[in-house]
C-alpha cells in the first residue's frame, strides 16, 4: 500500500495552491490560536470554495468543545477532524467525517473496550508550550511498536523532513506521514521544494 502523505499547518493561499500541486493525500489546518500556523474557518472555507484536489481537508484542533469542533468543521467544509485531546473522542464525531486522535508514545494505543477508537491515530511529539508541530522526532523504535499493537492506522509525525522521511517509514511502517515544519522556510510559510522532496521521497517506497 501506498505511504499516506499528509502535509500540514498551511496558513498562506499561496503556499496552499503550491502544496496542492505536488498531490499530498491531505492538506492540514490548524485551528488552535496560539500556533504560527494558525488559521480560521473562514479563511479556509475562502480558500478551499473550489477544491481542485483530491487531497483530504483536516482540521487540527486542541482542547476544543465537540461543538466548538462541529461548527469549524462545518464552516471549513473539513475532511478529517484531527483531535489533540485525551479521552474518548466519540463526542467528536458527527456525520460521515473521518475522526483522528494524537498520541504520544507513552500513552500508547487505546485498548479501553469503553473507549472508541477513532479512525486513525497520529503518533506525535510535543513540549509543554506545543502539543504538536514541534520538529521533535520521536522514537522510531518505539513508534514501531506502537505501530504494531495499535488497532487502527498510525500516522507517524514529530521532526519528518525530505532528509528523514524515507528512513522512518522504513524502520516505523506507519500507514502515513504527517509533515509541518520539516517542509518549512520558517514558521507559517512553506518551501515548496521541500514539499516536493518530502512527497517525492514518500511515493518512492
Avoid at 149 to 175: E, I, Y
Wanted: glycine letters at 8%; a neutral charge; aromatic letters at 6%.
Amino acid at each position: 500500500m501506498a505511504l499516506f502523505v499528509k502535509i500540514c499547518g498551511l496558513c498562506d493561499p499561496t503556499d496552499l495552491e503550491g502544496v496542492l500541486a505536488c498531490a499530498p493525500d491531505a492538506i492540514g489546518f490548524v485551528f488552535w490560536p496560539p500556533s504560527p500556523r494558525a488559521v480560521t474557518p473562514e479563511r479556509v472555507r475562502e480558500w478551499t470554495a473550489s477544491w481542485p484536489s483530491e487531497a483530504l481537508r483536516v482540521g487540527v484542533f486542541v482542547n476544543a468543545s465537540a461543538d466548538e469542533v462541529a461548527r469549524a468543521a462545518d464552516l471549513a467544509r473539513l475532511d478529517v477532524i484531527q483531535l489533540h485531546a485525551a479521552g474518548d473522542p466519540s463526542p467528536y464525531r458527527r456525520g460521515d467525517r473521518l475522526l483522528w486522535q494524537v498520541r504520544r508514545l507513552a500513552e500508547g494505543p487505546t485498548m479501553d473496550n469503553n473507549i472508541a477508537a477513532p479512525d486513525a491515530y497520529v503518533l506525535d511529539s510535543a513540549t509543554p508550550a506545543r502539543p504538536g508541530g514541534t520538529g521533535i522526532p520521536v522514537d522510531w523504535d518505539r513508534a514501531a511498536d506502537f505501530v504494531r499493537g495499535a488497532n487502527r492506522p498510525v500516522l507517524l509525525a514529530g521532526g519528518l523532513t525530505p532528509a528523514n522521511v524515507a528512513d522512518a517509514a522504513r524502520r516505523v511502517a506507519p500507514w502515513g506521514v504527517d509533515v509541518s515544519s520539516g517542509v518549512e522556510a520558517r514558521p507559517g510559510r512553506k518551501d515548496l521544494e521541500k514539499v516536493r522532496e518530502f512527497i517525492r521521497q514518500c511515493r518512492a517506497l
